[in-house]
């Protein structure tokens, strides 16, 4: 028995295992519920409803054409740097609309951690149900008669890919969960920079979440195409490794944890509120309500 038939199902449930845990992980320590997890998924899949009919419909095309005119050198930095932006812009606006509309209340370090995390959590569990699906295909399709499954002009190149699935290294069946082990981070730190824009004030704080997506993405693609997908996950990993030290330092500049309610018995009589004039200046407040 090869040691695939075990490396390949266990990639599939550490990325699972990654996708949820680290909910889990956040829920345990600082007991939030689970209302701003599902919030990251469902902010993630409205972004990705944008995201993958605009790269498909028109950026694809578009750089097709655009390619035409850059030099051979330049076309895979720019096609790495445009689905890159592309990416960040479509994800890290999507976490803007929802901090402003919708999770009005995730004002803390650790709700802005939970948000990410079902963000990039979910992410991660379709790596781990699309690599355990591969994994029950090509179990079925192993030593089976593909001329009886597949019409003739197709069975030869899913046989190819059913060898190379076979005969990976064993290392290599894992890649998949490296990559969201390391892809993790980024989706926590950028929940935190766009987070910043309500508790600082400063909408600039959005365009540095786009940067740094933009940024990981890109040089991800780029030394993939170029090198080879150990240097790509290495750089990954280093960014990884910064994103964390960011979390860590913007928990010492905004409250960790919700405060507690307080109670009712020894709070202040609440004051009538007086009504705020629709000027100019006010509207532009609530931005950031």
């Given amino acids: 028995m090869s040691i695939l038939t075990i490396t390949h199902p266990l990639n599939g449930f550490l990325c699972l295992i990654l996708g949820i845990g680290l909910g889990f992980l956040i829920n345990w320590k600082y007991k939030i519920g689970w209302r701003l997890w599902w919030a990251g998924v469902f902010t993630f899949i409205f972004s990705q409803i944008g995201h993958l009919p605009f790269n498909t419909v028109l950026l694809n095309s578009w750089m097709a054409k655009a390619t035409e005119h850059i030099s051979q050198a330049w076309q895979i930095p720019f096609t790495a740097l445009v689905l890159g932006l592309s990416a960040g812009l479509f994800e890290e606006f999507s976490r803007y609309a929802a901090y402003r509309w919708w999770i009005k209340e995730a004002r803390t370090w650790s709700q802005g951690l939970l948000f ?3 963000h990039g959590g979910f992410e991660a569990i379709l790596v781990g149900v699309v690599s355990l699906y591969t994994y029950a295909q090509m179990v079925a399709l192993r030593g089976a008669d593909l001329s009886t499954i597949f019409p003739t002009d197709q069975v030869s190149l899913v046989q190819e890919q059913v060898s190379i699935y076979w005969a990976l290294p064993w290392y290599d069946s894992l890649l998949g969960a490296v990559e ?14 766009v987070l910043q824009t309500f508790t ?21 693609v780029y030394l993939f195409q170029v090198t080879n997908v150990y240097i790509a996950e290495f750089a990954i990993g280093i960014f990884a490794v910064l994103e964390i030290l960011l979390i860590l330092r913007l928990r010492r500049t905004m409250p960790v944890a919700p405060a507690a309610p307080e109670n009712p018995s020894t709070a202040w009589p609440a004051n009538r509120i007086e009504p705020v004039p629709e000027t100019p200046e006010n509207l532009e407040e609530t931005r950031y309500q």
């Fill in 116 to 118: 990410g995390a079902g």
């Fill in 180 to 193: 969201r082990l390391f892809a993790l981070p980024v989706h926590l730190a950028c929940s935190m920079l």
């Fill in 200 to 220: 600082r004030r400063q909408f600039r704080w959005v365009w540095l979440a786009v940067g740094l997506h933009t940024l990981v993405n890109a040089v991800g």
